[in-house]
């Protein structure tokens, strides 16, 4: 099993540009999760899915929109970048029940210029 | 809503020497869970203990316990016999069991010197 994946690992955008970061989980879970990470600021929670087709706000929801056409799949836009949005983004996925262990993917370092 | 505070933001500990890292929270759930994810400079986020909070006992994992106190609303993490490869940022975590949603610290910076 690959785990969770994420494409692209490094981005570079100038401010404005748009692009969509890929997340893919093998391992038929539940429950997705966007996250960025911050100096000093631990990880915040971005959006979340609970399923197909289902997306929720989380915490900094802000100009960033999700989509989850697919189970294995959740994607994460950003429509017209901004300097602030410089950060890593890490990919979650967890099955439901349990202990609600959540599984990481590998970050993706964003810089916008 | 929950809220999660690590008040060391670095520590430093010898190598084969025993660490602890502290960590509280807030909430008024009484389930819920509680992580301590490490983050190497690889960037990837590791599990490394987890404790049910309807669980008096303390969870171990190897070199790695936890000190527990649900009254205090307190959950400490203790490295024994510290190795070189424990230097990683170190994030303690809450998630309610109603719900998937995973609160972190801020993080403390871990250094094991040799």
């Known amino acids: 099993n690959a785990g969770v994946t994420q494409t692209p690992k490094f981005r570079v955008l100038k401010t404005g540009q748009s692009m969509t970061l890929l997340c893919a989980q093998d391992m038929n879970h539940e429950y997705m999760y966007w996250y960025r990470q911050d100096p000093g600021m631990g990880l915040r929670l971005i959006h979340y899915?609970?399923?197909?087709?289902?997306?929720a706000k989380g915490e900094v929801p802000d100009g960033y929109n999700v989509s989850r056409l697919k189970k294995q799949n959740f994607l994460l836009g950003l429509e017209s970048a901004a300097p602030s949005q410089t950060s890593v983004y890490f990919c979650?996925?967890?099955?439901?029940?349990?202990?609600?262990?959540?599984?990481f993917g590998p970050g993706t370092r964003l810089t916008v210029t | 809503a929950q809220t999660v505070t690590q008040s060391q933001p670095e520590m430093s500990v010898q190598e084969a020497e025993t660490v602890t890292l502290s960590c509280t929270y807030d909430t008024s759930e009484s389930n819920y869970y509680l992580f301590w994810y490490k983050q190497p400079p690889s960037r990837q986020m590791i599990l490394v203990i987890r404790q049910e909070a309807y669980k008096q006992q303390n969870a171990t994992e190897n070199r790695f316990s936890v000190n527990f106190q649900k009254a205090a609303k307190s959950f400490s993490l203790k490295i024994s016999d510290s190795q070189l490869g424990d230097t990683a940022m170190y994030f303690c975590a809450f998630s309610l069991t109603s719900g998937s949603r995973l609160t972190f610290g801020e993080g403390t910076q871990l250094t094991v010197n040799p």
């Open positions: 899915s609970v399923g197909e087709g289902t997306t």
């Open positions: 979650a996925s967890s099955y439901y029940g349990g202990t609600y262990e959540q599984y």
